[in-house]
């Protein structure tokens, strides 16, 4: 009799299946996924997909223009470096080396600054105290500078590059996750282990970095995107990666001589480190904007 | 108020001598600074007298001291690749520098803050998709490569401006751009975020409510509060940029502070190295001051007592 | 057919407000019908969530922008708002038609002063010189109780009390002399002492001013302290609607009189006796909603209560959305 509708229970759905069908509907993560997921295969597959090896020189066939153009063929898709070398197997192996070092420096990075981070946050007091201020201190050195002037005195290379941006990168983990264990030290589960008598590594370990882990995976997707463009910048300026090694900013360095006349030396790899960056910015944040609480988008 | 400043101008200080030491030691021991200066050339004896010669067999401590000492005078030192003292190349540079640091913020400011004002304005629309399309794009693409692509677009194929040097104003155009593309896309996103925040604010309501146009509304009403925070990102944002000039200065031949530094580091010119560090640090300490000052004053606990 | 038209400065139509949510589509007000006359104080009255709020922002065109309003007509003085464009309506804002807000601690603008505020709902509206707006304020804030007004021009919102806030809203509502103050819960947020005071306030004004105020509160002591006539609103919709006196003395819907059975009334109701609640709760009123809205908690639901309920009118002046009501012999109406 009565008119409104009844309540019905709703049939509950799991947490992940519900990110899951929430993430498909972020149409920015969902692009970025794809982008991202093809450079993956792309440096994965790249021994395979390369037509030539990037590193064989062939000077009789310097800088032929992409297919495209008059003068190109369709044995270097690409085109040709300044040492006749394929362009498309240089861009598929220097896929390889920034995904490498965008990983491998967000790891380290991201060791350093969650310690740190953590520490402070679950500590406060005297340890929040001293990491704010060492945050505070890195915040104002000129990052591109100081690297640039730690890699001339050690000479640059791949392995340099990810020590010394690994080193240099970690203060947004430290900011994020400092705020995030502030606000989760508090809360009841922690102090149920507490009560159970666990210990301070334990309750950090299982019970703390679990809850982090979401803001951890968008922190780390920007500082991923970070490091591979401070080593396209450093290997631009002959700091970073070193020839013969294909490195995308290796190759817009390489390039700048030729640019007026050639200018797809440098277009071609800056548009794939655009794209790279963009995917891994794209996946970024709609990580951020699907697990933010309900309400605020 | 004032205590909090008092705080803060404390903690940049230390923050400042912090910086000091770090670049200090990180020049002192990442290498053998003799063996660098001497040159890979050179032999054993020849390294030894350079050690002497510059002072690098004293103690650590002691050599930073000296530095301090002399640096607080704004005494760096002599360049050991130019005649002059480092002061005078600083002094020379310096300028260029923040002339294209000020413009590209002032571009970066023009377009950001109209663009986030809009978006925030017809939210979910072309508009606001369009601009944060421009941000996340702007915010991917790497500005040593920007920076030839703006020169090849602007100073080759359409000869619009220059491609090098420092000498006319036309000079700065394309590398402010450059340098300021990147501030421009979290500058528009502050700018929206706190536009929607504010507009959804009771005081807003309630000045529709009194009938004052929309054009009003927004610009004295909503603005007013909402830029504070976007000022302060700013003046931080500056302080990226006199970091990050380094590059753009080289790609441009601009002959500023970062082309400085970036010379001295090829030619193992440490003093200036070790200068240029501590001031564009300066700089960005004392950016950051003005920044937290601002929005603390936003605070209307901390005004009008 | 009830009021006389030369004095009817508000007549309201079948308006309705319409909000998509996640769930599906929120009817928040479903088709109501009110009217308001000159100088006249009516009162709107409901519980929260009732959507007495959503009509005082659709009647000032101030609803979210997600939000559908749809009426057959709002007729403000002759001109119908509902049909009028957003500049015409801009105008009538502050001018003709003003609204006090709830919460007077976040309702001004931190960064300006009080002076500013207030000449600027002048100046919007009306040629006038900064001074003559200036005097203006004065002796607005004057009028509204507040004192050493001349000072305060140049104060800040956050140096003054709650209490003293809303007296700035009441004289800032009243800088173009409309002729309609739409007030949404004005009193809810102060203390209790202060509450009696801007509510005599409010109706010291209206009675010199012969401002119409359309007053919206869940509060039926305030009802009876200032109301001409009442409105009750229920589940979006009004379920009765009459003068003050007759509404306390003869409430024909049964909401109405559940609403009155749950105040204590001095003299009345024995101490120690329980006060009644209505049981229930109310209805989703997302998706479709039929018949009448108050049958699930009616004491006296029957077959016909699955229909829309007709409005029956029980007097002249007094109208009850509900089969149950006995119509007066000489006032009957058909369903509407």
Not at chain 1, 60 to 69: E, G, M, S, V
Not at chain 1, 234 to 255: H, N, R
Not at chain 3, 296 to 309: F, H, K, M, Y
Request: hydrophobic share 50%; charged share 15%.
């Amino acid at each position: 009799m009565s008119s409104a509708s009844l309540a019905l229970p709703l049939p509950t759905i799991p947490a992940w299946r519900r990110g899951l069908r929430r993430s498909l509907g972020h149409r920015g993560l969902v692009i970025g996924s794809v982008i991202l997921a093809l450079i993956a295969l792309a440096a994965l597959f790249a021994p395979w997909l390369s037509p030539h090896d990037p590193y064989a020189q062939e000077v009789t066939q310097r800088l032929i223009p992409p297919a495209w153009y008059a003068k190109g063929s369709w044995e270097h898709l690409l085109g040709t470096d300044k040492l006749g070398r394929d362009y498309l197997s240089r861009l598929l192996y220097g896929a390889r080396v920034s995904l490498f070092i965008g990983l491998a420096t967000a790891l380290i990075s991201g060791l350093i600054g969650t310690t740190m981070g953590v520490l402070a946050g679950y500590y406060g007091g005297r340890v929040d105290a001293v990491v704010s201020y060492i945050v505070t201190t890195r915040l104002a050195l000129p990052v591109v500078l100081v690297a640039l002037a730690t890699a001339a005195l050690v000479g640059g290379s791949l392995k340099v590059v990810i020590v010394l941006l690994g080193l240099l990168l970690w203060d947004r983990f430290a900011i994020v996750t400092r705020s995030a264990t502030q606000q989760l030290r508090d809360a009841e589960f922690i102090a149920a282990a507490k009560a159970l008598g666990a210990s301070t590594p334990y309750i950090l370990l299982r019970e703390l970095l679990p809850n982090l882990m979401s803001a951890l995976t968008v922190v780390a997707t920007l500082e991923m995107a970070h490091a591979i463009l401070l080593e396209a910048t450093l290997s631009f300026l002959g700091l970073g990666v070193q020839p013969p090694t294909p490195s995308w900013g290796l190759m817009v360095a390489e390039g700048k001589a030729y640019m007026f006349f050639q200018p797809w030396v440098i277009v071609i790899p800056g548009v794939v480190l655009a794209v790279l960056v963009l995917g891994i910015n794209l996946v970024g944040d709609g990580l951020r904007d699907v697990t933010a609480p309900d309400g605020r988008n | 108020m004032l205590s909090y400043v008092f705080r803060r101008l404390l903690v940049g200080f230390s923050v400042m001598l912090t910086v000091a030491i770090v670049s200090f030691m990180l020049l002192h021991l990442s290498g053998d600074l003799a063996t660098a200066i001497a040159g890979p050339e050179s032999s054993a004896a020849d390294v030894e007298k350079v050690r002497v010669q510059y002072g690098l067999d004293r103690p650590m401590a002691a050599q930073f001291a000296d530095w301090l000492g002399a640096a607080v005078r704004l005494d760096f030192g002599r360049s050991f690749y130019f005649q002059n003292t480092v002061m005078e190349l600083v002094g020379e540079r310096l300028p260029v520098t923040l002339k294209l640091g000020g413009v590209a913020l002032l571009l970066a400011v023009i377009v950001a803050i109209p663009l986030g004002v809009l978006a925030a304005i017809y939210r979910d629309s072309w508009v606001d998709r369009l601009s944060l399309l421009v941000a996340v794009v702007g915010q991917a693409m790497p500005n040593f490569w920007f920076a030839l692509s703006l020169i090849l677009v602007f100073a080759v194929g359409l000869k619009w401006l220059p491609v090098a040097g420092n000498t006319s104003w036309q000079h700065f155009i394309l590398p402010a751009i450059a340098l300021g593309y990147y501030a421009m896309p979290s500058l528009m996103r502050l700018t929206r975020a706190g536009m929607l925040d504010v507009l959804g604010s009771d005081y807003i309501r309630t000045a529709r409510a009194k009938g004052l146009s929309p054009a009003r509304v927004v610009f004295k009403h909503a603005l007013r509060n909402a830029i504070i925070p976007v000022m302060a990102l700013a003046a931080v944002e500056l302080g990226f940029m006199l970091g990050g000039s380094v590059v753009i200065e080289s790609v441009y031949s601009l002959q500023g502070l970062g082309q400085l530094a970036w010379d001295s580091i090829s030619r193992n010119d440490y003093p200036v190295v070790q200068a240029v560090v501590l001031i564009i640090a300066v700089f960005y300490i004392g950016l950051t001051f003005v920044a937290d000052v601002l929005n603390a004053a936003l605070d209307p606990r901390m005004r009008t007592r | 057919m009830n009021m006389p038209d030369d004095s009817l400065l508000l007549d309201v139509k079948n308006l309705r407000v319409d909000l998509p949510t996640e769930r599906g589509l929120l009817h928040a007000v479903r088709g109501i019908d009110f009217q308001v006359r000159r100088g006249e104080m009516l009162c709107l009255v409901g519980e929260s969530g009732c959507g007495k709020s959503m009509t005082s922002l659709a009647l000032m065109g101030l609803l979210p922008r997600k939000a559908q309003r749809s009426a057959e007509h709002i007729r403000f003085d002759g001109t119908d708002l509902h049909r009028l464009p957003e500049r015409e309506m801009n105008a009538l804002r502050g001018a003709r038609i003003a609204m006090i807000f709830q919460e007077p601690m976040t309702s001004l603008n931190p960064s300006y002063t009080l002076g500013d505020q207030l000449c600027e709902a002048l100046q919007a509206h009306r040629k006038v010189s900064a001074s003559q707006a200036r005097e203006r304020a004065v002796y607005l804030l004057e009028r509204a109780g507040v004192p050493q007004a001349a000072d305060r021009l140049r104060q800040y919102p956050h140096q003054l009390s709650g209490g003293l806030r809303q007296r700035v809203m009441i004289a800032m509502a009243l800088m173009c002399g409309p002729d309609l103050i739409i007030a949404d819960e004005p009193t809810t947020a102060l203390d209790v002492t202060i509450q009696a005071q801007i509510l005599r306030l409010i109706r010291e004004l209206q009675r010199e001013f012969g401002t119409a105020v359309v007053f919206i509160t869940h509060d039926l002591g305030v009802v009876a302290r200032i109301a001409d006539r009442v409105a009750v609103m229920y589940a979006g919709e009004i379920v009765e609607t009459a003068p003050v006196a007759e509404l306390f003395a003869r409430p024909s819907h049964p909401y109405t009189r559940g609403l009155l059975s749950c105040i204590p009334v001095r003299g009345k109701t024995l101490p120690g006796s329980r006060l009644q609640a209505i049981p229930g709760v109310v209805p989703s009123l997302i998706g479709p909603v039929s018949g009448c809205a108050f049958a699930n908690r009616c004491t006296e639901v029957r077959e016909a209560c699955t229909q829309t309920p007709p409005q029956v009118w029980v007097d002249a002046q007094h109208a009850v959305r509900c089969v149950a009501a006995q119509p007066s012999h000489l006032f009957s109406e058909a369903a509407a």
